[in-house]
């Protein structure tokens, strides 16, 4: 099933940490096993932000194999001799659990290098890469999540998030939503729904040099998307492209560092609600999410099928 | 399940208009008997005074307790209840076989209002999807928009959103009436079997699809046509009906409804020409 919830505000930050922590909350029946946050915040915008993990939460439920987290700090000491090596600087460095982290660097060359590398490492994922973009996914739902990471008093202008329900894959992060947009900084994607031509669309991409971590379906749409950015398509060209060019029924949402879209497919199988202003969108897989943040009376609607919209920030 | 060869109820069904055909075979049908009180009320359903009016808030009510308290509160009398901070939430208003005045002061999420029979519901906001699935019988007026599955497989009763509706309204329809003041999404009426639906505005792509029976009439543009849906030729009993339809759900008293486009099953599914010609005569 999953559920997915996003929110933008236009001309303004808001809280959008502990707003999206209302939103997937209440989508919390749509998907127990895990949460995911993409966060555009309130950064300095100079450095980038970089999300990573070096081995899976293997409590709650996990399908992960159990590790002895003395790896982890093996693996973390890879990490920051490959960032030397690649010539990236490290400002600050977060340890947020035994196996995540986040750091700021400094750091002026082809991001898509440098993620091949940092994730030739062994069980070393990127979970995203940005400016504003804070990344956050773990296995429990989004009070757990958010309490772990801290992100009740993160601010922003726009977040998607999401409630997984795991079906094809495994209980893991993983394969949990947000997917970043490798190798676009800033860039997310979620998804509710299933796609029938994972593995062909999959193929294809990896021949083209695109990377998978996961064997989700969901993590298509983000390489899809990034696939036709690098070939110069807009956001909103990639998503109509998608329409027609990923089989199954789906609702995603992506963001960039300025805009928010939803694209819904053509059988519009896969639900949504919308609720627009002249200062703030906020969709979710029903509408108790966006009533968890706007519970006085509103006006909010389905889009229809094969829908693509964009919203700036 | 009533003996169809029973003389005297064949009669009184018969005398009143119900039927005329007599079936045969293996086929049965229950007729409506006037003379049993049973046929007028379900087992447990309440008197209520529709003058007799309360306010419920839900605000800090699961669907389970809502639908628990409604139930009660006609149990005491009350026919007119207004519903206050529905807020989104889902399966509010089920199972209501009781006449009754129901009314929404918000908006309701999944499977809002579903398998009623009888009462008068208004909502003064939006429904989610599946809104007045299985309604065998009464009106229920939306005031916003809807969500996909509006009215799934309604069997009889009049649907009314004022608003636009989502993907696969009158999917599986086998009665009652549907009508939309605003536009439809992809698949409306697909797989219907009876009844009538009516969309002010446009549709989507494949309208109709496999429908069965039934009519779709749409004032607006049509995406497409779905397998087996047909355009028909509007008659004056169609403007005539439509006309008093819209009137009576308070939506287009000047809408051209003479222009509307009639859409109907083309009867040319592979099992149709299987019927029994009693069986084939009764789904026309």
């Known amino acids: 099933m999953c559920g997915i919830a996003g929110l933008i505000h236009r001309g303004k930050s808001s809280n959008v940490g502990s707003e999206l922590q209302l939103m997937l909350q209440a989508l919390k029946h749509r998907g127990p096993d895990s949460t995911g946050y993409a966060l555009y915040a309130e950064n300095d915008g100079k450095n980038f932000i970089m999300r990573f993990?070096?081995?899976?939460?293997?409590?709650?439920?996990?399908?992960?194999?159990?590790?002895?987290?003395?790896?982890?700090?093996?693996?973390?000491?890879?990490?920051?001799?490959?960032?030397?090596?690649?010539?990236?600087?490290?400002?600050?460095e977060d340890r947020l659990t035994p196996y995540s982290f986040r750091y700021e660097m400094e750091f002026n060359d082809d991001l898509m290098e440098f993620s091949k590398k940092i994730e030739s490492i062994e069980s070393v994922e990127i979970l995203s890469i940005g400016k504003?973009?804070?990344?956050?996914?773990?296995?429990?739902?989004?009070?757990?999540?958010?309490?772990?990471?801290?992100?009740?008093?993160?601010k922003g202008t726009h977040a998607i998030g999401h409630a997984r329900m795991a079906t094809e894959s495994g209980v893991d992060i993983k394969s949990a939503h947000p997917f970043w947009g490798y190798p676009f900084s800033d860039v997310s994607v979620v998804h509710n729904g299933q796609l029938t031509n994972y593995w062909n669309n999959r193929r294809v991409l990896e021949n083209k040099g695109m990377r998978f971590m996961s064997e989700c379906d969901s993590e298509l749409i983000a390489v899809y998307l990034?696939?036709?950015?690098?070939?110069?398509?807009?956001?909103?060209?990639?998503m109509k492209d998608?329409?027609?060019?990923?089989?199954?029924?789906?609702?995603y949402f992506v963001a960039t560092k300025d805009s928010l879209g939803m694209a819904k497919d053509t059988m519009a199988a896969k639900p949504l609600v919308l609720y627009e202003s002249d200062d703030l969108v906020a969709m979710g897989s029903e509408e108790i999410a966006i009533r968890s943040i706007l519970p006085q009376e509103i006006d909010t609607y389905d889009p229809f099928d094969g829908e693509v919209k964009v919203w700036q920030i | 399940m009533a003996n169809l060869k029973t003389a005297e109820k064949k009669t009184k069904a018969q005398s009143m208009g119900l039927h005329t055909e007599v079936l045969t075979g293996k086929t049965q049908q229950k007729f409506f008997n006037p003379d049993e009180a049973e046929n007028f009320f379900y087992w447990g359903a309440y008197d209520v005074d529709f003058n007799k009016r309360t306010d419920l808030d839900v605000k800090d009510m699961d669907c389970k307790e809502a639908n628990r308290r409604i139930d009660e509160l006609m149990s005491q009398g009350y026919g007119t209840i207004v519903i206050k901070n529905p807020?989104?939430?889902?399966?509010?208003?089920?199972?209501?076989?009781?006449k009754l005045n129901l009314i929404f002061e918000g908006s309701l999420g999944y499977f809002g209002i579903g398998s009623i029979d009888g009462p008068m519901v208004r909502v003064n906001g939006r429904v989610g999807w599946s809104c007045a699935e299985n309604m065998m019988a009464g009106k229920v007026v939306i005031e916003?928009?809807?969500?996909?599955?509006?009215?799934a497989a309604i069997r009889g009763g009049d649907l009314i959103c004022k608003g636009s509706v989502g993907a696969r309204t009158g999917i599986d329809q086998k009665g009652g009436t549907i009508i939309v003041g605003g536009d439809a999404g992809a698949f409306t009426g697909f797989m219907m079997q009876r009844g009538r639906i009516i969309i002010m505005g446009d549709v989507g792509i494949n309208l109709g699809d496999s429908m069965y029976d039934g009519t779709i009439y749409v004032g607006g543009k049509i995406g497409s046509y779905g397998s087996d849906a047909i355009e028909s030729p509007m008659t004056k009993s169609d403007i005539d009906w439509l006309k008093r339809k819209l009137k009576v759900a308070e939506l287009g008293e000047n809408f051209d409804v003479s222009k509307m486009t009639k859409v109907v099953a083309g009867k040319k599914l592979w099992n149709y020409d299987a019927l029994e010609p009693t069986e084939k005569k009764g789904a026309i």
Do not use: P, W
């Not at chain 1, 329409?243 to 609702?251: E, K, P, Q, W």
């Not at chain 2, 916003?144 to 009215?151: E, I, L, Q, T």
């Open chain 2, 144 to 151: 916003k928009n809807a969500g996909s599955c509006f009215g």
């Open chain 2, 87 to 98: 807020q989104g939430k889902h399966s509010l208003g089920v199972g209501i076989l009781n």
């Open chain 1, 242 to 251: 998608s329409l027609t060019g990923l089989d199954g029924v789906f609702t």
């Open chain 1, 132 to 154: 504003s973009l804070e990344l956050i996914k773990d296995l429990g739902d989004a009070a757990a999540v958010s309490e772990r990471y801290g992100l009740g008093d993160v």
């Open chain 1, 53 to 92: 993990k070096v081995g899976e939460n293997v409590g709650e439920g996990s399908t992960s194999v159990n590790e002895d987290s003395s790896v982890y700090d093996k693996r973390k000491k890879l990490v920051d001799n490959m960032l030397g090596e690649l010539g990236a600087k490290v400002t600050k």
């Open chain 1, 226 to 238: 990034a696939e036709k950015m690098r070939n110069g398509a807009t956001l909103e060209e990639g």
